[in-house]
């Protein structure tokens, strides 16, 4: 499930009327295509924050929801055993390269039968409920916090506590013999429209080429966006203007 880049370059090309590749390259192409990509991606987590706060329907295919919920799944995604890298149990997920936001944390600890969901914690909130035996995380209720380590470089950790670590009075070691995975909703991989050239003209070559990777239903933003983004590159004011009213009148459309 994906979309063509090849049938959205031709479009772009025929709705800017251009009939030469030139007017906007491949190269210029290819970056309009990763930006709008992205801008319709991250829309996506702002319009489930205004769909959730309003009353949906018992339809399958007209629950907007459901619909933005089916998109973002296109993207979901896991890295088992995410890799512990020190004393304190911090997990580093900048070696998840495509991690966009985290959903899940999952830990399972030695000597327990399943993994247990971790539940987020803010370093406040972590002070706080942990003086509370009411409160404080456990084997059964464990949680984790997201921060920042600049020491040596700066990379983003997790740490689940109670602490993956387990000391060993015998061997003087920390052993970690807990498991932790991690689920996330990756980012797309940027699109690329490849090309080989033939008598001075680029033409499409689909070994090289990556499809958008958004649901097929955006093809149409996909235009509209490019050719907005091309109409500032090629100083055609009027094409970003007819643009970004197509852009508008689609969302409108589905915000209705």
């Known amino acids: 499930m994906a979309v063509s880049i090849d049938r959205v370059y031709q479009k772009v090309l025929a709705l800017a009327n251009k009939e030469q590749r030139g007017y906007i390259t491949p190269q210029e192409f290819n970056l309009f295509a990763h ?7 991250e829309q996506y987590f702002y319009d489930v924050n205004q769909w959730t706060r309003q009353h949906g329907n018992d339809s399958t295919y007209s629950d907007m929801l459901t619909n933005l919920q089916e998109k973002i ?3 979901n995604a896991y890295k088992k055993n995410a890799n512990v890298i020190d004393d304190y149990g911090n997990i580093d997920i900048d070696d998840i390269g495509d991690l966009h936001r985290i959903g899940s944390v999952i830990v399972k ?9 971790a539940e987020p914690q803010t ?11 009411l409160t404080r995380y456990n084997k059964k209720r464990p949680v984790y916090l997201r921060h920042e380590n600049s020491l040596g470089k700066k ?4 740490r689940p506590y109670p602490s993956k670590s387990i000391f060993n009075l015998n061997s003087n070691t920390y052993s970690y013999t807990d498991i932790a995975q991690v689920y996330y909703t990756r980012k797309p991989m940027p699109p690329n429209w490849g090309y080989v050239v033939v008598n001075d003209k680029a033409l499409y070559n689909s070994t090289t ?6 649901h ?9 966006r490019i050719l907005a983004l091309a109409g500032v590159a090629i100083e055609k004011p009027q094409l970003v203007q007819t643009a970004a009213g197509l852009v508008t009148a689609q969302i409108q459309q589905e915000k209705q």
Do not use: H
């Open 209 to 214: 080429s990556t499809n958008f990777e958004l």
């Open 35 to 41: 930006q709008a990509q992205i801008e319709i991606f």
């Open 109 to 117: 600890y030695s000597g327990e039968p399943t993994f247990v969901v």
């Open 73 to 75: 799944d296109l993207f």
């Open 155 to 158: 990379i983003m950790q997790i």
């Open 216 to 224: 097929p239903s955006e093809e149409s933003e996909l235009v509209y």
């Open 123 to 133: 370093w406040k909130e972590n002070l706080v409920y942990s003086n509370s035996p």
